[in-house]
Every structure is written in C-alpha cells, then in structure tokens.
T-cell receptor
C-alpha cells in the first residue's frame, strides 16, 4: 500500500516547454485533486476529479489540463510552461464519509517545478 | 469571492502549554472544515476535520470547534510537544470545486 505517489519529484523546464505530472493512488479513492503551493502561502486548487473519466476546474485552472482515464491515476499537464507556474505541486486523494464520519485524505510527496 | 482568513501567522508557545489557531470563512454555504499539518519540506497531513452539523470534535490532544453563526472555526492543541512544531493550514470546502485554504500558521514549541 503506497498511498499517493507523484512523479517526478523535481523538474526544471524552460519557458514554453510542456510536461505531465503523474499522480497515482492505490486506496480506491473517488476524489482526486491537484494543488499548487507557493512560498509562504496555502494550497490553491487547480483541478479536481470526483471519479474516473470526470474532471473539473478549481480556483486556478488556467495554463493546466488534467485527465483521469483510470480511477487510480490523475495527470496534470502543462502545455506551455511559464515562470509563473514555478511552484510545488501536490496531488491528493480523498474518500468522503457520511456526514458524521471522518474523511480519508492523503497527499502525495509533491513535485517541485521550476520554470526558467 | 470566498475567503478564509487564518490567524495568527506565527505562534510560539512553551512546551506543555496550549496553542489555538483560528480561521474565519466568508461563505455560509461551506460545510466541511479540515485542518492540515505540514512539517518543513513534507506533504500536508489531515489531522482533524469537522462538518457543519457538528460543533466540536476532539482527538486526543487536538480539538476543533466550529461556530457557524460567527463563521469561524478553531484548532486547539493541548499539552504541546516539540513534534507539534509545523505549519498548520485550515480549509473550507464550499463545494467540490471550491476549496479555500488559509495562509497557514507557523507553530513553534519552545523547550
């Protein structure tokens, strides 16, 4: 049981390059999320998915695309990287519980992306 | 738009004392309020959460209280220990697409 894994852990891109970040979870969670965390700030939601084959925009979706072809995987794509996308990217999975129960949420270890 | 304000931004307490972090949210439609702990260079971890139909929840040394009328919720850590040192984030889930995080509180425990 690996929980939530992310690849790669680090990446340096030049402006205009593209890349895909992979998130994988082995807990059969329905919900998956991509966040970015900038220095000294909280997390901001980029895109999310409530199930296999579904994706939707979060708070800061511009410049990113996502896909969830398999329940266990959630991919984040940058088509044309910009310096403003330099950040740490966290994937998370979540299984909501009943109204009186506790959620189960886990974050991946993060991907540190630098765009030059 | 929706906003979550978190205070204080830094907090230093003597080991063994209590720490309280407060968050205020703007949209009364929010229904789920988790708290996360993030140690330096590591991933956030969910430590406790509360739903809008509950006023208080406790798990050993940590507790969360929710005041829906005032639209604020607080994290309480009692008998603080050195391993409690970290950045703590609150969040408000307004809907599946609106998850707003606070800006974080850096908690330091003095020996």
């Amino acid at each position: 049981n690996a929980g939530v894994t992310q690849t790669p852990k680090f990446r340096v891109l030049k402006t205009g390059q593209s890349m895909t970040l992979l998130c994988a979870q082995d807990m059969n969670h329905e919900y998956m999320y991509w966040y970015r965390q900038d220095p000294g700030m909280g997390l901001r939601l980029i895109h999310y998915s409530v199930g296999e084959g579904t994706t939707a925009k979060g708070e800061v979706p511009d410049g990113y695309n996502v896909s969830r072809l398999k329940k266990q995987n959630f991919l984040l794509g940058l088509e044309s990287a910009a310096p403003s996308q330099t950040s740490v990217y966290f994937c998370a999975s979540r299984q909501p519980r009943t109204p009186r129960g506790a959620d189960t949420q886990y974050f991946g270890p993060g991907t540190r992306l630098t765009v030059l | 738009g929706e906003n979550v304000e978190q205070h204080p931004s830094t907090l230093s307490v003597q080991e063994g004392d209590s720490a309280v972090i407060k968050c205020t949210y703007s949209d009364s439609a929010s229904n789920y309020f988790p708290w996360y702990k993030q140690e330096l260079g590591k991933r956030p971890q969910l430590i406790i959460d509360i739903r809008s139909n509950v006023g208080e929840k406790k798990d050993q040394r940590i507790a969360v209280t929710l005041n829906k009328t005032a639209k604020h919720f607080s994290l309480h850590i009692t008998e603080t220990q050195p391993e409690d040192s970290a950045v703590y984030f609150c969040a408000a889930f307004y809907s599946a697409s609106k998850i707003i995080f606070g800006s974080g509180t850096r908690l330091s425990i003095r020996p």
